[in-house]
């Protein structure tokens, strides 16, 4: 396998203070283990670029754009209460979302077969009118919707495995059947949104899939809910690209989060994704850094993750066993799957 890799030092100049968990030590921590690990020598540099405007007003309007571009050069602007800018803040949020195109670009022209962005700021929280939860521009989302112009791609697959629920990229195609959502998320938890009975509109109807989970979730569980309820819908829906919005706030220890992933964990649902997009879309495969805020976590789980893109390692045998409290927990999930996806 060919493995793309999205890495400028640039995504460090982006910061919202010394004490806010969103720091650059998030990337400067991954970036460090990569030029430790000669196993990973091999990656392929993806050359970022800054993403023309009217490639972010895919996703976002004209006055948000604007009201973003107003924020260079000054010290500080406060967007909400958990997101501000510095003056390179949106220099860096267009580097951002041009990474992560140009990773896609490389991978449907077969440069690569995979890959993964290690951008930031992250995305899926953010809206088409207003920043919210750390988040700039929706990086996933524009990407998705690029891929749709550039390439005519009819059925994109988002798989959200983030701590928190992808409000940002949720609304942006609740009404469409051509980009499918995916999400496990704790809940209920910030946002607020995400529970099970939010399943799309219209057209795009059945093509939100929430997975809302109580705290305490480790790597069988989620390994449990991406073969056993993820699985038959990619069989069904046949992507043509698969986006994930890797967020590494479900490993156990992070600061934000109650969940308990392993270094391991990632690595099966990274072999488990792999398989997928072998199967289905020809390998494309495209992994975007959302949060983590556990240097460790971040460090030991995108090196578990790059050991599986770049096929490295073998994917860890982990038995998919969940317990009957759990099972109980994810009922609506499978009903969801049985009325919008297993009709008879």
Not at 2 to 8: F, K, P
Not at 35 to 46: C, F, G, R, S, Y
Not at 201 to 219: C, H, I, R, Y
Request: proline share 6%; hydrophobic share 40%.
């Amino acid at each position: 396998m060919i493995t793309g890799l999205v890495r400028d030092w640039r995504y460090l100049n982006h910061e919202m203070g010394p004490y806010h968990v969103e720091s650059p030590a998030r990337l400067e921590v991954i970036y460090r283990m990569i030029e430790e690990e000669p196993d990973l020598a091999n990656l392929v540099l993806i050359e970022p670029r800054e993403a023309k405007e009217d490639e972010i007003a895919l996703i976002h309007y004209p006055s948000y754009i604007d009201r973003l571009k107003e924020t260079k050069g000054k010290p500080r602007v406060i967007l909400d209460p958990d997101t501000s800018t510095c003056a390179l803040s949106y220099e860096t949020a267009l580097l951002a979302v041009g990474g992560v195109l140009e990773a896609a670009r490389a991978i449907m022209e077969k440069r690569i077969d995979n890959a993964f962005a290690l951008v930031r700021p992250p995305g899926h929280h953010a809206e088409a009118s207003r920043a919210m939860g750390f988040c700039l521009f929706n990086n996933v989302a524009i990407a998705a919707r690029w891929l749709r112009q550039q390439y005519g791609l009819e059925r994109i697959l988002i798989i959200d495995w983030d701590l928190h629920h992808g409000n940002g990229t949720q609304h942006a195609f609740y009404r469409e059947k051509e980009v499918l959502y995916f999400s496990t998320h704790q809940f209920p938890y910030y946002p607020g949104t995400g529970s099970w009975e939010e399943v799309g509109e219209g057209e795009g109807l059945g093509f939100t899939f929430n997975v809302p989970l109580s705290p305490g979730k480790g790597d069988a569980d989620f390994l449990f809910i991406f073969k056993e309820i993820l699985g038959p819908i990619v069989d069904i829906y046949q992507p043509q690209f698969i986006l994930v919005s890797a967020g590494f706030d479900i490993y156990s220890g992070d600061p934000l989060g109650g969940m308990m992933v392993t270094g391991v964990g990632f690595a099966a649902l990274a072999g488990l994704l792999l398989e997928m997009a072998r199967k289905i879309c020809d390998s494309r495969l495209l992994l975007v850094l959302e949060g983590g805020y556990s240097l460790e976590g971040l460090r030991s789980g995108v090196k578990e993750i790059l050991f599986q893109l770049s096929g490295l390692k073998e994917p860890p045998e982990i038995e998919p066993v969940i317990s009957a409290l759990t099972k109980k927990e994810l009922e609506p999930a499978f009903k969801n799957l049985r009325q919008y996806w297993l009709k008879t």
